[in-house]
């Protein structure tokens, strides 16, 4: 993830999403179908499962996408598995970076995110040699015309949440992420829309990446965010606006 404010990163993959709806679809399908064979297809037990859910609601990921999704996680219907695979190295300027995957092919996913790194000036490192450096944490974000700051202090923080911090245009919330869905749901019994959401793994410290670095860092990112194997990146490095 950027070292910028979470919301930024965000708002970014938002964009993305708008750009290839399909693929996102597809990312978020194979999440359920984990979530699904992991801990059943009732997300009222199985709290993977409930967040998958409401990413794919705030994605618009149609009905049937989802109920075929799930049915293939529970062993309804045929067809490979997928697992769930974490990849831990280093980006340009000794940033750290984590590509999770959900994959039917390990081989396959290990020889694509190794060849991203090496391509840019990275390398793969062992499990655990940059996870340390992160934690999972839910972000809500809020824009600042759909209610005042009082009420998104009052109504967050009762729900349990860590902090909110006021930006020029949204709140931006942070949450536990066993808390992350009570606030969301405080948030909308009181008719406050959320304007974007997600629980993700945030950097405790950044790196400075400029020049040349930043822009291996980009396309590092980008080529690991392509490959249709790959669900979620996260790195710790702050690069430039311009980047």
């Given at each position: 993830?950027?070292?910028?404010?979470?919301?930024e990163n965000i708002r970014r993959k938002k964009g993305k999403t708008d750009a290839i709806r399909a693929k996102?679809?597809?990312?978020?399908?194979?999440?359920?179908?984990?979530?699904?064979?992991?801990?059943?297809?009732?997300?009222?037990?199985?709290?993977?499962?409930?967040?998958?859910?409401?990413?794919?609601?705030?994605?618009?990921?149609?009905?049937?996408?989802?109920?075929?999704?799930?049915?293939?996680?529970?062993?309804?219907?045929?067809g490979a598995g997928f697992d769930e695979v974490t990849y831990e190295g280093y980006g340009p300027g000794g940033?750290?970076?984590?590509?999770?995957?959900?994959?039917?092919?390990?081989?396959?996913?290990?020889?694509?995110?190794?060849?991203?790194?090496?391509?840019?000036?990275?390398?793969?490192?062992?499990?655990?040699?940059?996870?340390?450096?992160?934690?999972?944490?839910?972000?809500?974000?809020?824009?600042?015309?759909?209610?005042?700051?009082?009420?998104?202090?009052?109504?967050?923080?009762?729900?349990?949440?860590?902090?909110?911090?006021?930006?020029?245009?949204?709140?931006?919330?942070?949450?536990?992420?066993?808390?992350?869905?009570?606030?969301?749901?405080?948030?909308?019994?009181?008719?406050?829309?959320?304007?974007?959401?997600?629980?993700?793994?945030?950097?405790?410290?950044?790196?400075?990446?400029?020049?040349?670095?930043?822009?291996?860092?980009?396309?590092?990112?980008?080529?690991?965010?392509?490959?249709?194997?790959?669900?979620?990146?996260?790195?710790?490095?702050?690069?430039?606006?311009?980047?």
């Open positions: 993830m950027s070292g910028h404010s979470k919301w996102i679809t597809t990312k978020i399908s194979k999440e359920i179908t984990i979530a699904a064979r992991m801990g059943g297809g009732d997300p009222t037990g199985n709290m993977r499962l409930k967040l998958a859910l409401t990413k794919a609601k705030q994605n618009n990921v149609p009905k049937e996408n989802i109920q075929r999704a799930i049915a293939k996680g529970v062993g309804a219907a045929s940033a750290a970076v984590i590509a999770i995957c959900n994959t039917d092919n390990r081989n396959r996913a290990a020889a694509d995110v190794r060849h991203a790194f090496t391509h840019h000036g990275g390398s793969i490192g062992t499990p655990g040699c940059v996870s340390w450096m992160f934690k999972k944490k839910g972000t809500i974000v809020v824009d600042k015309e759909a209610t005042d700051e009082d009420t998104i202090m009052m109504i967050a923080l009762d729900a349990g949440a860590e902090d909110v911090n006021v930006g020029e245009d949204s709140y931006e919330i942070t949450t536990a992420p066993e808390d992350f869905l009570t606030v969301s749901e405080a948030l909308e019994k009181e008719g406050i829309a959320v304007e974007a959401s997600e629980v993700s793994l945030i950097p405790d410290n950044t790196v400075v990446l400029e020049g040349d670095a930043a822009e291996k860092m980009n396309k590092l990112t980008g080529e690991l965010e392509d490959l249709d194997d790959i669900q979620e990146v996260y790195h710790n490095a702050e690069l430039p606006d311009e980047e």
